[in-house]
């Protein structure tokens, strides 16, 4: 069994920064790539950022790029979405998801494992 279990999500003011939290559990997640995703009210869950097991390979969104960076403790199988700039438009539930190998990273539809989401909410 695995379970992903997100956390750090809030309500914060345009240009603030949080720092979601996404911890693995049931078994270490060996070669899998860990990423985030985010959905908002009438849209499609879309990527924002992956990151694949060494940590020497990351990407993102465009509107992720230079405001986010993921992270990862293979240690404490935890995953980070450090999250600066924060504009309105990121407000959206947030979802963490691992999937085995660092392939086909930005479709969610591949991704095996989801938590149930943190809500981010950017107040203007």
């Known amino acids: 069994q695995v379970q992903l279990v997100e956390s750090g999500g809030g309500l914060v003011q345009a240009g603030g920064s949080l720092r979601l939290s996404c911890v693995a559990s049931g078994r270490t997640l060996s070669n899998y790539a860990m990423a985030w995703f985010r959905q908002a009210p009438g849209k499609e869950r879309e990527f924002v950022g992956a990151i694949n097991w060494s940590s020497d390979r990351t990407n993102y969104a465009d509107s992720a790029k230079g405001r986010f960076t993921i992270s990862r403790d293979n240690g404490k199988n935890t995953v980070y979405l450090q999250m600066n700039s924060l504009k309105p438009e990121d407000t959206a539930v947030y979802y963490c998801?691992?999937?085995?190998?660092?392939?086909?990273?930005?479709?969610?539809?591949?991704?095996?494992?989801w938590g149930q989401g943190t809500q981010v909410t950017v107040s203007s």
């Open positions: 998801a691992a999937k085995y190998l660092y392939r086909d990273w930005s479709e969610y539809n591949r991704y095996e494992y």
